[in-house]
């Protein structure tokens, strides 16, 4: 989802929201620090199979999924990571791993951390490895609705 559909898609929901451009970063902490944002504040997403089905895990950039709490969470025993050649086809209008985390734009159920939830506002890769969006986290749950979950740990 390149960032002229991601706002597209903002700006029909009447999100207000800031763009911010950083240098190339591939994982979320190297973003975080790039972009100048607490970890706790920029979401990842962990693409993740739940009972085979593919699914969004979104977190802080500073914690990593625990998943044994996310299967009792989910209440289900088949919960793995996903490959990136099992999901990297889902994602042909972003870069690989830097899908934004609205699981709902391409048929998948997002998991989100209650963590994350806990902030005012969250920012999230737009689809490339070098800009962010930042809106506030009740528009992003209006717009992703996601499940709520414990199943995130801080990581350190």
Known sequence: MPIKKL??????NDVKYV?????RAFTAQEVAASAHIPGREVAK?????????MAMAVLPASFHV????LQMAIGTTDVALATEDEFKD???QSDTGA???FGNLYDMKTYVAEALAEDEEIAFNAGSHTEL????????????????????????
């Open 7 to 12: 706002r597209a898609f903002l700006d029909e």
């Open 19 to 23: 763009v911010i451009s950083h240098s």
């Open 45 to 53: 997403v962990v693409m993740i199979k739940v009972d085979g089905d």
């Open 66 to 69: 625990d998943f044994e709490m």
């Open 90 to 92: 889902l994602f042909t």
């Open 99 to 101: 899908m934004p985390p």
């Open 133 to 156: 969006v930042r809106i506030a986290y009740q528009d992003f749950e209006r717009l992703a609705q996601p499940t709520i979950l414990r199943f995130a740990e801080k990581d350190g």
